[in-house]
């Protein structure tokens, strides 16, 4: 499966946006799918990750009540909504797709994912 974000760019803080990651190769119902992000000089962490079912979310502790990710499995598509962003949000974010026997298992390490997105830059102004 081929991944490609997008919906980064330039926010203040406070303010809100929507990345999208579309899938494309094969239907991508029976992964679990992944956002993570790379801030400048750091390592690529954890933000959010949800089960192929779409039933299950985890959020990584500095985005919890903020960031809301779903998915339209007829689009082939996922989305990371994003609210009152922070300048630490500032960061390339990454999704990824892992495909899964188990459609309720969320993944939460970065290893586990067979497959990337190009990333897409988020940076937020204070």
């Known amino acids: 499966v081929q991944l490609q974000a997008f919906g980064g760019g330039l926010a203040q803080a406070g303010e809100s946006l929507r990345l999208s990651c579309a899938a494309s190769g094969r239907t991508f119902s029976t992964d679990a799918m992944g956002w993570f992000r790379q801030a400048p000089g750091k390592e690529r962490v954890f933000v959010a990750t949800i089960s192929a079912s779409g039933r299950r979310t985890t959020y990584a502790d500095s985005v919890q009540g903020r960031f809301t990710f779903s998915r339209d499995n007829a689009k082939n598509t996922v989305y990371l909504q994003m609210n009152r962003l922070k300048p630490e949000d500032t960061a390339v974010y990454f999704c990824?797709?892992?495909?899964?026997?188990?459609?309720?298992?969320?993944?939460?390490?970065?290893?586990?994912?067979?497959?990337w997105g190009q990333g897409t830059l988020v940076t937020v102004s204070s």
């Open positions: 990824a797709a892992l495909r899964t026997s188990y459609s309720n298992t969320v993944y939460l390490r970065a290893a586990e994912y067979h497959h």
